[in-house]
T-cell receptor
């Protein structure tokens, strides 16, 4: 089965702790993305990567970090510097190009107290 | 000004109604356009791509108006199961100029009632 997996589905952390969200795809897509969604809001781009070992900041990168050591994997770390980390985090992947369609993982709902 | 704008709604319609959503975009260099559907607490899923000539998939019709910089989605004969948030997506050339970045509208909520 081809697709994108994110784990865990729900994650709870105490304030001040770093937490890493997993995203894996077996679609052989070059591009991968991380979005954040708050209740009643659209998706905001955190980071994206078009190729292994390279990534760019999106609109709201502060307080987050990523790595892209393998084509299949694009983990996101929510650091203690992120002021409001509680949100729904979505990972997506696509082929490259102007007409590329994104495919999403099921998301991780992070709650920080 | 936001790059992709949608009326958040909600649009409250009875079963069987026809409903239309618009989405405006600010960057005339935008290349590709899509409609996604997102159910509550789930990930977005592609509903349809939007082509210059317009396209239809069953009860759903998507149109692109490049001159006025908007795309539209028309749903005919609404079903209860159409209740969801509909996200407009526009692929914009990134600041580095090397790749196209999907930009999402905040979504339009549709509620279909019996």
């Amino acid at each position: 089965d081809g697709g994108i997996t994110q784990s865990p589905k729900y994650l709870f952390r105490k304030e001040g702790q770093n937490v890493t969200l997993s995203c894996e795809q077996n679609l052989n897509h070059d591009a991968m993305y991380w979005y954040r969604q708050d209740p009643g809001q659209g998706l905001r781009l955190i980071y994206y990567s078009q190729i292994v070992n390279d990534f760019q900041k999106g609109d709201i990168a502060e307080g987050y970090s990523v790595s892209r050591e393998k084509k299949e994997s694009f983990p996101l770390t929510v650091t203690s510097a992120q002021k409001n980390p509680t949100a729904f985090y979505l990972c997506a992947s696509s082929i490259q190009g102007a007409s590329s369609v994104q495919y999403f993982g099921p998301g991780t709902r992070l709650t920080v107290t | 000004r936001k790059e992709v704008e949608q009326d958040p709604g909600p649009f409250n319609v009875p079963e069987g109604a026809t409903v239309a959503f618009n989405c405006t975009y600010s960057n005339s260099a935008s290349q590709s356009f899509f409609w996604y559907r997102q159910d509550c607490r789930k990930e977005p899923k592609l509903l349809m791509s939007v082509y210059s000539s317009g396209n239809e998939d069953g009860r759903f019709t998507a149109q692109l108006n490049r001159a006025s910089q908007y795309i539209s989605l028309l749903i005919r004969d609404s079903k209860l199961s159409d209740s969801a948030t509909y996200l407009c997506v526009v692929n914009l050339l990134g600041e580095s100029g090397g790749s196209y970045i999907p930009t999402f509208g905040r979504g339009t909520s549709l509620i279909v009632h019996p």
